[in-house]
């Protein structure tokens, strides 16, 4: 069984800094992408950003210039670095991974927890 651990989360003033890691665990053979989503209280949850295994990334509109997502292979890691947080930032932030090969022909897609993120204004 594949499970994704957040860890980083907590509490920043509005202009600060926080950085988001996201730790793949279990059987399997490889993971092409992964990426953060993130809910705010009474909201839908959203995409901020994904990157494949390639290196290929896609942010949301809302985050663009000032959260970077990056990844590592090796270790089945991707990270979040969230700069210049606003208010408008807090939610609880989830890693995702929607394409996790188990075996041969199985993917199968992996939530986290998730991780709480307030920026106080």
């Known amino acids: 069984q594949v499970q994704l651990v957040e860890s980083g989360g907590g509490l920043v003033q509005a202009g600060g800094s926080l950085r988001l890691s996201c730790a793949a665990s279990?059987?399997?053979?490889?993971?092409?992408?992964m990426g953060w989503y993130r809910q705010a209280p009474g909201k839908q949850r959203e995409l901020v950003a994904v990157?494949?295994?390639?290196?290929?990334?896609n942010y949301a509109d809302s985050v663009k210039g000032r959260f970077t997502i990056s990844r590592d292979n090796a270790k089945n890691t991707v990270f979040l670095q969230m700069n210049s947080l606003k208010a408008e930032d807090t939610a609880t932030y989830y890693c995702?991974?929607?394409?996790?090969?188990?075996?041969?022909?199985?993917?199968?897609?992996?939530w986290g927890q998730g991780t709480l993120v307030t920026v106080s204004s």
């Open positions: 279990g059987s399997m053979l490889s993971i092409n992408t």
């Open positions: 990157v494949t295994r390639g290196g290929l990334t």
């Open positions: 995702n991974a929607p394409d996790v090969l188990v075996r041969a022909n199985n993917w199968v897609a992996v």
